[in-house]
């Protein structure tokens, strides 16, 4: 019911910059949090950034300072900006959506995307 598209990965030289993108769709009611995950080979995921609404936007420590989050809530997206990517940046990324079907029951729905592979060169 609830689609979650992601976009933006490639190939990057240390210290260059990438902007993620990531788009909802379907029978949405309401979208409470949207939030960025990576998963670095033989690691767990990870959570990078979030977006609550209402609520302040926020990033990991690991993170804090060079990538910046932020949503358009007119088109269901959220954004991730990346600069100053290192090597150790290199993963998939993940979103991840939760929120409220607009059906009549107004279920609770958590949708991830299929995930857009980041790639940092030294």
């Known amino acids: 019911q609830v689609q979650v598209v992601e976009s933006g990965g490639g190939l990057v030289q240390a210290g260059g910059s990438l902007r993620l993108s990531c788009a909802a769709s379907?029978?949405?009611?309401?979208?409470?949090?949207m939030a960025w995950y990576r998963q670095r080979p033989g690691t767990q995921r990870e959570l990078v950034a979030r977006v609550p609404s209402p609520g302040t936007a926020d990033v990991s420590d690991s993170v804090k300072g060079r990538f910046t989050v932020f949503r358009d809530n007119t088109k269901n997206t959220m954004y991730l900006q990346m600069n100053g990517l290192r090597p150790d940046d290199t993963a998939t990324y993940y979103c991840?959506?939760?929120?409220?079907?607009?059906?009549?029951?107004?279920?609770?729905?958590?949708?991830w995307g299929q995930g857009t592979q980041v790639t940092v060169s030294s």
């Open positions: 991840n959506v939760e929120g409220q079907t607009a059906d009549l029951s107004k279920a609770g729905f958590s949708s």
């Open positions: 379907g029978w949405i009611f309401r979208i409470n949090t």
